[in-house]
């Protein structure tokens, strides 16, 4: 890679920065894409995990008559539409309930979320609907029945937002793409005041060096204003993040797969509850905050999820019940004169510099598309080059999503794996299971930790063909078991780092720092 040329650098492997990646390589651009360390690390790792228009904007749009929400809205559910469609083994569309305790409030949330569903037109994903008390009771036997009057269904989408980040960069990969994990941004080159470059370190090398590029693109969310303060001191900052958590819990609050939303909490937050790897996923909270790279789950957010939980809930619910919590900053594109990080705009905002620094700020995950299309519109118009084509990701089929499921378990069949191993391997790799099957039959079916479904032949997978380095980037990110499990995660890790050392080779001492290291995120926030 030493001394190579490109037409574009893209700082930042979370949603947007893999979106671009895959957007601007399949219109021809020669492309290399940079993460500091590992993709979707940061934010986008750390969503509620639903692909959606966002009811709340809607809400917003409706009481204010405000077009721009209205457009967000209709925008985020037509790009709901095509996630569901070309990534359908990493997404997929939910059920929602939301239980009402006051009989006016049925036709209201009713109303709301009929238009919701209006508003994505062919693109629906099932009707809404009222539900009955005791229907309510069915689905969720541990809600509160004083009181409960019934409740609306809706549809949404969910997926698994760090494996759509490595699919939206396997795809790009594939297309001529070099992507690189833990390599950081340290500095830019200029010609003529231009950018014609940027430093490199590798974090695992220690090693520096430069390559030489036409333009950067600036996709790194919350550090956004720290590239483009690196490129020129005196611009103003235009992100402002936010923090969100998310605690996990026993499925027992959700055993009917069908997720519950809450409209409106004491400070007029929505807050969901969805059905996520088996488990129940509650978030999520809106807080300022500042650029950190492993922010904590702030115990106060943790006792408010919690309080909302025992309002609506007769299981008293406790602290220990917590499998595993997490914090995510939200790239919100600052307003002036404004202190409600509730008020900032959630649409994305892209800005050229004097040197060409591009830089993409806000959005949200569902949108990473659109904002990938906007940014690289941008670069074609500049560019003008007719070799170019036109964008071409609207309908383009991620990798892991081009064979159909049935002929997957066909093959799956043949090794005879446990129900749960199958149901795993489908939903975390999709047709790449095929791949993954070669693996198994040389490494073997032993698990990595007796209650989870995930063999340790992943590893030697990931490693190969998943861009892994070290033991959090296979156990949060590529199996998502930290998310779900801090404890089965810790009891898991040192198996997890033994393989990475015969993969790579790591001394003793190597593999102590590197297993030491991964405890303190556990403990600390991962
Ligand atoms: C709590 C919460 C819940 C959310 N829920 C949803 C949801 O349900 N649905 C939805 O659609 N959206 C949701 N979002 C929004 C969504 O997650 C974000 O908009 C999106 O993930 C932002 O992606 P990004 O690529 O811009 O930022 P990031 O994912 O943070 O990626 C930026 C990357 O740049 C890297 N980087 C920074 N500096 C450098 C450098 N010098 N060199 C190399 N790399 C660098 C960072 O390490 C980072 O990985 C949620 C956000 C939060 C916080």
């Known amino acids: 890679m030493h001394d190579k040329s490109y037409d574009i650098v893209i700082i930042g492997g979370g949603a947007t920065g893999s979106g671009i990646a895959l957007d601007a390589t399949l219109r021809g651009f020669k492309c290399l894409l940079l993460e500091k360390n590992d993709f979707a690390e940061g934010t986008s790792s750390r969503s509620t995990k639903l692909v959606h228009g966002g009811v709340r904007y809607l809400e917003a749009a409706v009481k204010t008559l405000d077009k721009s929400q209205y457009d967000l809205v209709k925008e985020g559910l037509k790009e709901r539409y095509r996630i569901l469609h070309n990534a359908p083994h990493l997404a997929h569309s939910i059920t929602l309930v939301t239980p009402l305790y006051k009989w006016y409030e049925i036709p ?22 009222i539900v009955g008390k005791k229907q309510i009771m069915d689905i969720f036997p541990a809600v509160k029945k004083d009181g409960l009057k019934g409740g609306v269904r809706y549809f949404d989408g969910a997926f698994n937002d760090a494996r759509m980040a490595l699919a939206l960069l396997q795809s790009a990969k594939e297309k001529g793409c070099i992507v690189r994990n833990y390599s950081e941004v340290t500095n830019f080159k200029y010609i003529d005041q231009k950018i014609s470059g940027v430093v490199i370190k590798d974090k695992t090398s220690e090693e520096v060096y430069t390559v030489n590029t036409k333009f950067v693109i600036n996709a790194t969310g919350i550090f956004c204003d720290s590239i483009r303060k690196m490129d020129d001191e005196s611009v103003h900052n235009i992100v402002e993040p936010s923090s969100g958590i998310h605690i996990v819990l026993d499925k027992k609050f959700l055993p009917n797969n069908e997720g519950l939303m809450i409209p409106k909490t004491q400070d007029g937050r929505v807050l969901f509850m969805l059905p996520w790897m088996g488990k129940c996923l509650v978030g999520t909270t809106d807080e300022e905050s500042h650029p950190q790279e492993h922010p904590k789950a702030d115990v106060r957010d943790i006792e408010y999820l919690l309080r909302h939980m025992r309002k609506y809930f007769s299981i008293d619910i406790k602290e220990s019940d917590i499998l595993s919590s997490w914090c995510g900053l939200r790239p ?6 404004t202190d409600d990080t509730k008020g900032l705009v959630r649409e994305h905002y892209i800005e050229q510099s004097k040197s060409n620094l591009i830089s993409i700020a806000g959005g949200k995950w569902t949108s990473y598309r659109k904002m990938a299309e906007d940014t690289v519109d941008i670069l074609q118009k500049i560019f003008d080059d007719t070799k170019l084509h036109n964008c071409c990701t609207k309908n383009y089929i991620l990798l892991g999503s081009r064979i159909n499921t049935e002929h997957i378990k066909e093959k799956l069949d043949k090794l005879e794996l446990e129900e749960d191993l199958r149901t795993h391997l489908i939903q975390t790799y999709g047709s790449q299971s095929l791949v993954i099957v070669d693996f198994i039959q040389k490494f073997g079916k032993e698990k990595i930790h007796k209650n989870y479904p995930v063999l340790k032949a992943e590893i030697y997978y990931g490693v190969k063909h998943e861009f892994v380095k070290n033991p959090l980037d296979f156990l949060v990110r590529r199996v998502g078991l930290g998310l779900i499990d801090l404890n089965a995660t810790k009891e898991s890790l040192y198996g997890v780092a033994l393989v990475l050392k015969e993969c790579f080779g790591w001394s003793d001492e190597v593999y102590d720092l590197k297993s030491k290291e991964a405890l303190k995120l556990l403990n600390d926030g991962i």
Do not use: C, E, N, P
């Open 108 to 129: 209201y949330i009713y109303a709301g979320l009929f238009l919701y569903d209006l508003i994505s037109g062919k693109k629906s994903l099932g009707r809404t609907g």
């Open 332 to 337: 919100l594109v600052s307003l002036k004169h």
